[in-house]
């Protein structure tokens, strides 16, 4: 059983988050919180698998909350659920160490998928959003100046070109697809550029291949 917590200040979005975990045969709603505060004490004091957590939020926002929860070094996710005109907090929590995210109109299935891709080990972030918020940040990730950066020097070039595509959007299906090559192939390339690069997920991949440049020209 997947045990999630909702963390967001309107009392209504957690009403209808939890109707709708509630009724997945596979998960529940372990608990409340109305700030970042009260949702950073409720990880400390009970088990919890997944944090849907809002952003712009009193006491404690969302980034800061997110922050601290994965800084406890607990088996807790964070999935951030947000809207758009909130992109550079969610930029500042999936770098505090968040799973993923999703915006607020994702579909129900969609987002019961992401929380138990999250629950998994894995990372949430859709193509079309990954797309759009890092062609907004590209620019203010720190860069190499001095050449490529040599963290990429530990990859093969099959590496390298699944990192692309994940730095892109594509989901394994769609690298699998494009480069000719079976899913369990693409999982396994994923598996050691996570385990080459110290990458936490596949966030972690996104934005390191945005800071080196990868996708430059």
Known sequence: ?????????????????????DSADDMETVGEADNGRD???????????????????????????????????????????????????????IRGGASGFLLKDAHPDELLGAIRAVADGDAVV??????RLLDRFAPLLPR??????????????????????VARGANNAEI???????EGTVKTHIGRLLSKLGARDRVGLV???HECGLLDG
């Open 1 to 21: 059983m997947i045990r999630v917590l909702l963390a967001d200040d309107q009392a209504l979005v957690r009403s209808g988050l939890r109707m709708l975990i």
């Open 39 to 93: 949702a950073v004490a409720m990880v400390r004091t009970r088990r919890v698998d997944v944090v849907l957590m809002d952003i712009r939020m009193p006491v404690m926002d969302g980034t800061e909350a997110t922050r601290q929860i994965t800084a406890l070094g607990g088996e807790t996710k964070v999935l951030v659920l947000t809207t758009f005109d909130l992109d550079e907090y969610v930029f500042a929590a």
């Open 126 to 131: 859709a193509p079309s959003a990954t797309r």
């Open 144 to 165: 190499t100046t001095a050449g490529p950066d040599q963290r990429l020097d530990v990859l093969t070039d099959r590496e390298r070109e699944v990192l692309q595509e």
């Open 176 to 182: 699998s697809e494009r480069l000719y090559m079976a």
């Open 207 to 209: 934005l390191i291949a």
